[in-house]
């Protein structure tokens, strides 16, 4: 299984961090790509991934009303509803792409969304990309 | 030949129009049916030009079976569907068949109708399409100034709604209509008399019901339903209240419905200016002679 | 500026079979700020491509570039590097964009990435209002500077139809009526007086009835000489 989290380097790629140090244990096919905020997220980036063989792709940002940049994670959040409109126009399940907002305070929060995440593909089996790519 | 309509309005009497709306089909027994039944309620008939924009017997066509049948037509003519020439060269057909009234008219837009998809054409507006067909009348000539070798010999009519906004406006667009050729003009369904009478107040400010027949246009309900449908559906229209509950609340709401239209009927006539009335009875064109007749408007002079 | 809007993935992906190497093209001017066939949507429309291809293993090479604006020769004849060895270009530009491409390079085949609607303005960030009827004959001096070719649905030149209501438009509630703007505008502008003058029909012959139109201003035509001398095409 392929997992990309796109983490805000604020509360995601921080909360990625601190589970770290705590020691929780989620999947290792999870690659991590730290963003400055979500707000930096293009639907390009989703769809790279995708096409890259990603069977999930998590969008980690912080908390609505959190945001360093006041609206970057709500701007996130539209681009992952129109990259979830594209993977449906190309025929592939937009339930592969989500997007969660946590806090750098809340690493269980990532654990959890990693393993729902997680869950979720291995029920609709592997990406048809990751397939081609293996 | 002048037309009925026309002796009729020029007499000073009280004019009496209604509607025909013709089949969506080929059938001409349709119209001849209701002609046959018709005939002698109204001076005249106005013969609906694909109304609410679905395919329906074209307006002249059934016209003519009007004319057959020795009922007068008045044919509606909408600029959504024809362009200048088509509408010039319908206006003398029209007349080279016997048909002297014409109804000009902007026409429903053809999101309601049948042909969605349908281009409209509104080459011109209702206004120029009055000044297209006066001028072929009057000078003789197509627009633009070719001679014709024969004017067609024509009533022009327009549509009036006082129940459309800008309300200061409506009485403006009257006056514009006036001057683009109308000679006599038909209004939407009255139900806020209020409003009607506020309208022919400006209309009577500014002179203009000494310069054109107003006929006030009725439509009797059959419904509560439908008098609701039309206040909230249909743009243009206002329907009071107080009508809707007075539907609801009858034992026998298309009797009701009949009662309600005479009355009004009545009232209209006694508002100056008013020089006619016309019936809208859509779907219902059988009670037209009974609603004219309870109003006291039979029988229809012979002028 | 031009307002479009693009196509949906399928359609366009319809449009591609037969084609191996297709070139993505957009355009910064009207169509960028519209949301449609700017930098941004050339990269997403690519990457979906991409992935297509991946998916059905159609093997297609798919590149792109941006162009500054594709209405004009000298712009779109900057790509011709990028076109080589393409067999379809994708214009998200606009008709005229997709046109003038096409002229350029005439044995690569252009398919329309995107649907041109109108020549309007944004009324808001992603909300995009029809404003010119582009009738060749400017009336806007009379109707309070709101086109009624444009904003009426019927095009109607002397007033609100009998179905205006509430300021709205009988096609739909959410349509504002073109003619009750109008009013309203020239009631502001104390020019009421413009609603009372019965405007004749239209003379058509300088809008799109009156067939392609074409404005030559002479004295920025070159003549041949000038030409040469000057380089030019």
């Known amino acids: 299984m392929k997992l990309v989290a796109l983490t805000c380097s604020f509360c995601g790629y921080a909360a990625t961090d601190l589970a770290g140090l705590q020691g929780m244990k989620y999947s290792s096919d999870v690659t991590i790509i730290r963003l400055p905020c979500t707000g930096r997220l293009d639907v390009k980036h989703v769809l790279q991934a995708v096409r890259m063989g990603a069977d999930g792709v998590l969008v980690v940002g912080c908390l609505e009303g959190n945001c360093n940049y006041q609206y970057g994670n709500l701007e996130a959040r539209k681009r992952v509803e129109q990259a979830k409109g594209i993977m449906k126009e190309i025929g592939l399940e937009p339930e592969r792409v989500e997007m969660v907002n946590l806090a750098s305070n809340q690493p269980w929060r990532f654990v959890q969304a990693v393993e729902d995440m997680y869950v979720k593909v291995e029920r609709m089996g592997p990406s048809p990309l990751n397939k081609v790519r293996r | ?303 | 500026m031009i307002i479009a809007e693009q196509k949906p993935i399928p359609r366009i992906v319809e449009m591609l079979e037969g084609h191996k190497s297709m070139l993505v093209v957009g355009c910064r001017s009207c169509v960028a700020i519209c949301l449609a066939g700017g930098e941004k949507e050339v990269s997403i429309l690519s990457e979906a491509l991409r992935i297509e291809s991946d998916l059905k293993g159609n093997g297609w090479q798919v590149d792109e570039v941006t162009l500054e604006r594709a209405c004009e020769k000298e712009w779109v004849g900057e790509m011709r590097e990028k076109v080589s060895g393409h067999d379809a270009i994708i214009s998200l530009a606009c008709g005229v964009g997709a046109q003038v491409m096409q002229e350029l390079y005439p044995d690569v085949r252009v398919l329309p990435g995107l649907d041109t609607s109108n020549m309007g303005a944004p009324e808001e960030q992603g909300i995009y209002l029809e404003k010119c009827g582009g009738c060749g004959d400017c009336v806007l001096h009379l109707t309070g500077g709101i086109c009624p070719i444009a904003r009426c649905s019927k095009s109607l030149l002397n007033g609100p139809c009998g179905g205006s209501q509430n300021g709205k438009c009988e096609i739909d509630p959410d349509v504002p009526c073109g003619w009750d703007q109008i009013y309203h505008s020239l009631e502001r502008i104390g020019r009421l007086d413009l609603m009372e003058v019965p405007i004749p029909p239209k003379d058509w012959r300088r809008s799109r009835s009156g067939g392609p139109r074409k404005i030559v201003r002479k004295e920025a035509v070159l003549t041949p000489e000038e030409k040469s001398a000057r380089g030019a095409r």
Request: net charge positive.
């Open chain 2, 1 to 303: 030949m002048m037309s009925n309509l026309q002796s009729v309005l020029s007499s000073g009497r009280m004019a009496v129009t209604a509607e025909i709306g013709p089949p969506k089909s080929a059938d001409a027994e349709t119209v001849r049916k209701l002609a046959r039944h018709l005939k002698g309620s109204a001076d005249a008939f106005n013969l609906t030009d694909n109304q609410t924009a679905m395919v329906r017997l074209s307006s002249i066509a059934s016209g003519v079976v009007c004319l057959q049948e020795g009922v007068e037509p008045i044919v509606q003519m909408t600029c959504r569907d024809r362009n200048r020439i088509a509408m010039q060269s319908d206006a003398l057909g029209a007349s080279a068949l016997g048909i002297r009234n014409i109804l000009c008219l902007s026409g429903d837009h053809q999101c309601f109708g049948n042909q969605k998809e349908a281009k409209n054409v509104y080459d011109v507006d209702s206004i120029g399409q009055l000044m297209l067909l006066r001028k072929m009348r009057d000078e003789g000539q197509v627009w633009g100034g070719d001679k014709l070798e024969k004017a067609p010999e024509l009533f022009l009519g327009a549509a009036a709604n006082p129940f459309a906004d800008p309300f200061e406006h409506r009485v403006v667009r009257l006056a514009k209509k006036l001057a683009a050729g109308a000679d006599f003009i038909q209004t939407q369904s009255i139900y806020d008399v209020d409003r009607f009478e506020r309208w022919m107040s400006q209309v009577r400010a500014r002179g203009l019901h000494e310069k054109v027949h107003i006929i006030a246009g009725v439509m009797p309900l059959k419904s509560h339903k439908v008098a609701l449908y039309m206040k909230n559906k249909v743009s243009g229209m206002i329907v009071p209240d107080h009508i809707i509950d007075r539907m609801k609340n009858a034992a026998d709401p298309k009797e009701e419905g009949i009662r309600m239209c005479v009355e009004q009927i009545k009232h209209l006539q006694s508002i100056e200016g008013v020089h006619g009335i016309h019936v809208m009875a859509v779907a219902w064109e059988e009670k037209v002679p009974v609603i004219v007749k309870e109003a006291g408007l039979l029988p229809r002079p012979v002028v």
